[in-house]
Nanobody, 112 residues
Framework: QVQLVESGGGLVQPGGSLRLSCTVSGGRVSIVPVAWYRQAPGQQRELVAGISIGGNTNYAVSVKGRFTISRDNAKNTLYLQMNSLKPEDTAVYYC??????WGQGTQVTVSS
């Protein structure tokens, strides 16, 4: 079965940067749409960024201009570069591949 493992989360100060990685086994990120989601306490899980098979990207309004989704097909890895982080970005971040594959999540905490 497909397995996804996120890494790169942690504690960062407001305005800082963090890069999340998601390694995929049992599947290929190059042949399915892939995405990053996040879920904050008391909130529903939301789509943060997605990338299509063809490389088109889309972002939540709240992160557009600050976050960048990308993938390395050779490494079968999905990335989320997060810049200018805000406290409201604090959440558990999950990578996802079509149709319904999820990682275990990685905690991102933005705080002074």
């Amino acid at each position: 079965q497909v397995q996804l493992v996120e890494s790169g989360g942690g504690l960062v100060q407001p305005g800082g940067s963090l890069r999340l990685s998601c390694t995929v086994s049992g599947g290929r990120v190059s042949i399915v749409p892939v995405a990053w989601y996040r879920q904050a306490p008391g909130q529903q899980r939301e789509l943060v960024a997605g990338i299509s098979i063809g490389g088109n990207t889309n972002y939540a309004v709240s992160v557009k201009g600050r976050f960048t989704i990308s993938r390395d097909n050779a490494k079968n890895t999905l990335y989320l570069q997060m810049n200018s982080l805000k406290p409201e970005d604090t959440a558990v971040y999950y990578c996802n591949t079509w149709p319904n594959r999820w990682g275990q999540g990685t905690q991102v905490t933005v705080s002074s």
